[in-house]
C-alpha cells in the first residue's frame, strides 16, 4: 500500500482519503438500513387498510408499531396527525411532509457517495496526464534511451488512473443500491397512503 502511495505521488494520498471516507459511509448505511428496513411483514399493506376501513384506527397504529420501518413509521404518523373529520385535501401534503423528514434519514450522507464515486475516477484521469506530463519532461532533459527516465512519470499515470477506479467502481454501486433502495420505500409509502386517503375520505 505505501509502495504505491508514493508511487503515485500526492494525488494517491487524496484518493486513500477519500477510500476511507466513502469505505465509513458505506458501512454507516448498511448498517442503518439492516436495523432500520430489515424487517417487512408482507400483509402489512393488506392489514392496514383493512384495519382503516373498518374504522379501527388503534388497530392499524399497532400494526405500524410492528412494523417498525420507514414505511411503518409514515404511515403511524399520518394516521396519529391526520384529522379524519377535517379537511381531507390535506392529507396529500401532510403525507408528503412526513415523508419527507422519513426519506431524508435514509438519504442522509448518501451525496458523500455520488461526489466520491463520480470525482475520483476524474483525479485518477488527473494523475495518469500529469503522471505522462513528468515522463514527457524528463525525456526533454535526460534524453530517451534509458528507459527508467520515463518509467516513474509512467507509474504515477497508471497507479493513479487504478486507484481512481478502484475507488469509484464499488462507491457508484453501493450509491446505486441504497438509492434503488429508498425508491422502493417511497413507492410503498405512496401506494399505502394513497389506498388509506382513499378510505378515509370515503369513510
Known amino acids: 500500500m505505501l509502495y504505491y502511495l508514493k508511487v503515485g505521488g500526492p494525488l494517491m494520498w487524496i484518493l486513500f482519503a477519500m477510500s476511507i471516507i466513502s469505505l465509513t459511509v458505506i458501512l ?12 417487512h411483514n408482507k400483509n402489512f399493506s393488506t392489514d392496514i387498510i ?7 384506527i388503534n ?3 399497532g ?19 391526520c384529522d379524519h373529520n377535517g379537511d381531507f385535501h ?8 412526513i415523508g419527507i423528514d ?6 442522509k450522507r448518501l451525496h458523500i457517495l455520488g461526489i466520491i464515486g463520480y ?12 503522471g505522462m506530463i513528468l515522463a514527457f519532461q524528463n525525456m526533454a532533459s535526460l534524453g530517451a534511451g534509458d528507459p527508467t ?45 394513497t389506498n388509506l386517503i382513499n378510505i378515509l375520505r370515503k369513510n
Open 28 to 39: 454507516e448505511r448498511t448498517c442503518f438500513f439492516c436495523r432500520r428496513e430489515r424487517f
Open 50 to 56: 383493512t384495519a382503516v376501513a373498518s374504522q379501527d
Open 59 to 61: 388497530c392499524a397504529i
Open 63 to 81: 400494526l405500524c408499531e410492528r412494523e417498525n420501518n420507514s414505511v411503518g413509521c409514515t404511515v403511524k404518523k399520518f394516521l396519529c396527525r
Open 90 to 97: 390535506h392529507f396529500d401534503q401532510l403525507v408528503k411532509e
Open 102 to 107: 422519513e426519506i431524508g434519514s435514509l438519504e
Open 119 to 130: 470525482t475520483a475516477p476524474m483525479i485518477g484521469l488527473l494523475g495518469t496526464v500529469t
Open 149 to 193: 527516465v520515463v518509467a516513474s512519470g509512467i507509474s504515477q499515470a497508471l497507479v493513479t488512473t487504478a486507484g481512481g477506479l478502484i475507488i469509484a467502481i464499488p462507491t457508484i454501486i453501493a450509491y446505486n443500491l441504497f438509492n434503488k433502495k429508498i425508491e422502493d420505500t417511497e413507492g410503498q409509502i405512496d401506494k399505502i397512503t
